[in-house]
């Protein structure tokens, strides 16, 4: 019989924002333990949420195998890694004074503007072990600002939204992310020209990946009711694309260097396609035995249930190129929120754009009206795919197509 702990501990301080002051400060520290017992081709799972006894843990777990829930794979074994990703971030105490004091200059500097939502540090550590050799630790921390802004005198719910991302804190890059946006939202400008032209995405921003990503789960491509089911080994799009699962340390924000079921990708990712050519969909080991494809180490799983195939955190390979040297000379439309987008069964793509400015590349130039964005899945990610930037644009990197641009 083989025995498997999954234990995850999250520690969060979240600062909690309204009408620009402090509304409440929560803290987390949550440690759920999931036991896994294999044998014969079955799991036995059992959980717990806090502090538990080890003990009983495995005796629930050997107990559910007469629930017969197959799995006829061989748990991962053999290897032993631990990461730890953390900086150094403030204190608690120091934390709480620093937001306050972010937001006394928010209020002194755009008085006109009212900032919500939250803004909070995250630990995490998760671990992965069994009897069979595998003993892997990843420990992480993830710093969110995620400001919601209203302009005093709209009416809408709010106008705009700054997000920043990093390991460690940092007073100026939010505020001069907030800086750039606002100071040009505050300019409305009228689109250059209409028709197709470069439309700058923020690259953590699922809504252009969300076609290719549903498309290239590893059961939909076995089952054959993937676009890209014949497609595979084939060369579908521009040599300028490589989408990669990674669990490298600059691509990782809340995703372990190993999936739910202990696979370990050699250095820390996985090509699905590269330079355009599609290689393989993403898979789990269900998958990848059922398949007969290769495993991706695409796994996912909550601490009390069975792995289950899921993406993770898949990354567009960055250019060579600033987004300024991608635009080549061209203004852009950056566009920060969209809401209401989609791609057709066929793929087909559009979306309304609430906010959206135009840039050299650099900065943000001015506030566009409200606009509708098109394009089609092949030709997005083919010939009118011209990269992602190796610099970023408000904290973050940015993706540049070539798409059909009208006002609503």
Known sequence: M??????????????????????????????????????????????????????????????????????PYEP???????????????????????VEELLEILKKEFPDFIFSNNIYIKDFE????????????HIDRVVVASIVIKEKNSVNVFDALSTYIDREYSRDKILNNIRGMLTAYKNKIELPSKGKQPVVFIADDGLTLMKIVEEMNGYKVGTGASLFKDFI?????????????????????GVEFFDAEGVVNPDYKYTLIEN????????DKKTASQFNLPLTGSASAEYDKVPSLAPRNLVVKSSDKTLKELLNGRLGIAVLIASGGDFTQEGVFGTPVQLAFLTDGEKLLGRLPELTISGELYSMFGDDFVGKSQDKLLGQKAIVFNLDVDYI
């Open 126 to 137: 998760t671990k992965l072990i069994n009897n069979k050799g595998i003993d892997l630790t």
């Open 276 to 283: 355009g050519r599609i290689i393989t969909p993403y898979t």
């Open 2 to 71: 083989i025995k498997e702990k999954y234990i995850k501990n999250l520690k969060e301080i979240s600062i909690n924002i309204l009408q620009s002051n402090i509304k409440s400060v929560r803290k987390k520290d949550i440690t759920k333990t999931g036991f896994r017992v294999y044998e014969n081709g079955f799991v036995g799972i059992a959980g717990a949420v806090g502090k538990v006894d080890e003990l009983e843990l495995e005796k629930r777990a050997i107990e559910n195998l007469r629930l017969e829930i197959p799995y």
């Open 233 to 253: 080994g084939e060369k579908k799009f521009s040599d300028k694309f490589t989408l990669y699962q990674s669990a490298e340390e600059e691509e990782l924000s």
């Open 76 to 98: 991962s074994t053999n290897l032993v890694k631990k990461v730890d990703y953390r900086k150094e971030t403030l204190s608690h105490e120091e934390f709480v004074k620093e």
